[in-house]
């Protein structure tokens, strides 16, 4: 059983173009994450969700948008595409924020790449 | 700010060469700080928690400690299959709660 998935794992896309990335968990956690994964591996933040309700939302280009159908899934929709976008995006979730045993837990992640 | 710095930056090792990585912080209040294994092509599995200075966790030939100031990861006889890049993250008592995470080790242990 895969504990946080992620789809789809690669997405090469042109310039313009607008995406989504999904992502579920099965662990019974209230928060998840979208982090982005830079050419240097460095992992930044970019939004969290705890039981639907975002509660941080750094700052990225408001062509990302995240939503949350419920606490198990979190997507990420990215409009007009630009090559700076290029990355690997993951997915994590934890039991929750300011609560004890705070580790994430994190999916595949997905390398999108555009052209 | 909330700050994270690991070094060295890569490191290459013999088989059975023990050695540590290090990972210093700032944080306005620590309520935990982490540390993750990532292998090529996956997303970061987690290693430990730990909370408090002079706290110690132990996994094979891992064991993390920390301080007030820094934390580290000792590997002790390394195997090849050790080899991946092992990330640091801290989580602050501020604001969000959010997890600042350093730039990672690159680990090699050579057979």
């Known amino acids: 059983d895969t504990a946080v998935s992620q789809t789809p794992k690669y997405l090469v896309t042109q310039m313009g173009n607008d995406k989504s990335i999904k992502c579920e968990q099965n662990?019974?956690?209230?928060?998840m994450y979208w982090y982005k994964q830079d050419s240097k591996k460095f992992l930044k933040i970019m939004f969290s969700?705890?039981?639907?309700?975002?509660?941080i939302n750094e700052t990225v280009p408001n062509r990302f948008s995240p939503k949350s159908p419920d606490k198990a899934h979190l997507n990420l929709h990215i409009n007009s595409l630009e090559l700076g976008d290029s990355a690997v995006y993951f997915c994590?979730?934890?039991?929750?924020?300011?609560?004890?045993?705070?580790?994430?837990?994190f999916g595949p992640g997905t390398r999108l790449t555009v052209t | 700010e909330d700050q994270v710095t690991q070094s060295p930056e890569a490191l290459r090792l013999q088989e059975g060469e023990s050695s540590s990585l290090n990972c210093s912080y700032t944080v306005s209040g620590l309520r935990g700080l982490f540390w993750y294994r990532q292998d090529p092509g996956k997303g970061p599995e987690f290693l430990f928690t730990?909370?408090?200075a002079g706290e110690e966790k132990e996994k094979e030939r891992l064991k993390a400690t920390l301080t007030k100031k820094e934390s580290f990861l000792h590997i002790t006889a390394p195997k090849p299959e050790d080899s991946a890049t092992y990330l640091c993250a801290v989580q602050g008592t501020s604001g969000t709660y959010k997890y600042i995470f350093g730039t990672g080790t690159r680990l090699k242990v050579l057979a």
């Open positions: 969700y705890n039981n639907k309700e975002l509660i």
């Open positions: 730990l909370y408090s």
């Open positions: 994590a979730s934890s039991q929750g924020p300011g609560t004890g045993d705070g580790e994430q837990y």
């Open positions: 662990l019974g956690h209230d928060t």
